[in-house]
């Protein structure tokens, strides 16, 4: 697998892959992904915004719902898409409420497709949980991060870099559609920043905040009417 940092927010780098996907299967004279189908489970704000910003690209996002008991990605959802249409797949890993999606299912559903998985994560999440790409067998086609989660802040753009992992190599049309990549600088401070800190690092980060969140819900349900 191969990894890029780039200066573009999540969402923007996310966009700018399916639109790749796509110029990707026009070049190669294959069916072109006619639909994105992203869970309800992804964070609202992600959906919103990359809803915006494909429909001027005709691209249909399509949400699908989660099982309310488990709160997780149900299959019959993406069975209902069990057709010749190209697609492409986006769950989250962890999803919105913090659970783990059945990447084994999904990702066999996706490779029968031929439809492209992508997973959103973060590195602390990554620091305690096993890689999709691990669990997938090797299916998953991207992964997708915001770094901020690890204490990189935002750029003079305004946006906080993200990162780009994949099983395949980056095309040259997703390297110049994104703003760049990340800078010397930020670069050297990413660096400097995980030599200090490690994967041990960022597991502490991510078990404080885990613990730090429990004693706020602890605290929390003890008002009344909470």
């Given at each position: 697998p191969c990894c890029a940092v780039f200066n573009d927010d999540l969402t923007t780098l996310l966009t700018n892959l399916l639109l790749d996907i796509k110029r990707s299967s026009v070049q190669a004279g294959i069916e072109v992904v006619s639909k994105i189908l992203i869970s309800?489970?992804?964070?609202?704000?992600?959906?919103?915004?990359?809803?915006?910003?494909?429909?001027?690209?005709?691209?249909?996002?399509?949400?699908?719902?989660?099982?309310k008991n488990s709160g997780k990605l149900s299959l019959s959802q993406l069975q209902q898409f069990d057709t010749d249409e190209k697609l492409a797949v986006v769950t989250g890993w962890p999803n919105y409420f913090g659970l783990l999606e059945d990447i084994t299912e999904i990702s066999h559903w996706a490779e029968k497709k031929g439809s492209q998985l992508i997973a959103l994560s973060d590195p602390l999440s990554l620091s305690l949980i096993k890689s999709p790409f691990m669990i997938s067998g090797g299916k998953l086609d991207y992964i997708l991060g915001d770094l901020q989660a690890a204490g990189f802040t935002a750029s003079q753009s305004g946006a906080s870099p993200s990162f780009l992992a994949s099983t395949?190599?980056?095309?040259?049309?997703?390297?110049?559609?994104?703003?760049?990549?990340?800078?010397?600088?930020?670069?050297?401070i990413i660096q400097l920043s995980m030599s200090v800190t490690g994967l041990s690092g960022l597991q502490h980060s991510a078990e404080l905040s885990n613990s730090t969140?429990?004693?706020?819900?602890?605290?929390?349900?003890?008002?009344?009417?909470?």
């Open positions: 309800a489970t992804v964070s609202p704000s992600i959906r919103n915004v990359l809803r915006t910003q494909l429909k001027y690209h005709c691209i249909d996002l399509v949400v699908l719902d989660y099982d395949k190599e980056l095309s040259n049309n997703l390297k110049s559609a994104v703003t760049t990549q990340i800078n010397f600088e930020d670069l050297a969140l429990h004693k706020l819900v602890e605290k929390l349900t003890e008002i009344d009417g909470v």
